[in-house]
């Protein structure tokens, strides 16, 4: 009987372990590695959100801490370009169909354009006080913007295509925005 109940523990903590090692080999289940470590030298203070480049393979950040966009090229593991003359940008996304770069900026309320390519400044829009999160609606074309904190806050819309900005959304009414075109 004692023989029996060692053979079926064994067996339970073989099969466990056997099992667990079948389980790491799949893809969806391996833990994330770290590949590389890349120097922001230009960097002080805090860093917001972030968005891919993935055709130039650039990872491109909000430098909240000092005011600037940085973009850091994964492919060559290092720091390419800062983009200047922000105000505490919190929220970035890249619009890879049009390379455009859509940045928020909160302490001046605005939504800066960037060539996605030189980053030369296109456009500056006034999308409200305390602009943060960025999100892009490839189907509709359009770039969405959270702004006012705390307070009064809502969500501008922005024609990626024509950069129009939509009617204001406001969020205290609670109601769907209608957009027309």
């Not at 850091?72 to 800062?82: A, C, K, L, Q, Y």
């Not at 770039?143 to 307070?151: E, H, L, M, S, T």
Request: charged share 25%; proline share 4%; glycine share 12%.
């Amino acid at each position: 009987m004692k023989n029996a109940s060692i053979l079926c523990l064994a067996t339970l903590i073989c099969g466990s372990v056997g099992f667990s090692q079948e389980q790491s080999r799949d893809p969806e289940t391996s833990p994330l590695l770290l590949v590389q470590e890349i120097p922001l030298p230009n960097v002080g203070g805090r860093i917001d959100h972030f968005t891919l480049d993935a055709k130039r393979k650039r990872v491109i950040g909000a430098a909240l801490g000092n005011n600037m966009v940085e973009v850091v090229d994964t492919f060559s593991g290092r720091d390419i370009h800062s983009i200047t003359g922000a105000a505490a940008p919190q929220g970035v996304v890249y619009v890879g169909e049009l390379d455009r770069l859509f940045v928020a900026n909160g302490t001046d309320g605005k939504l800066r354009v960037y060539d996605g390519d030189s980053f030369k400044l296109l456009h500056t829009l006034d999308v409200g006080e305390d602009a943060d999160n960025v999100r892009y609606d490839p189907g509709e074309k359009r770039v969405y913007v959270a702004y006012g904190g705390d307070q009064e806050g809502g969500i501008a819309v922005v024609d990626a295509t024509s950069i129009r900005i939509f009617p204001d959304c406001p969020l205290e009414t609670g109601d769907l925005c209608q957009y027309r075109h």
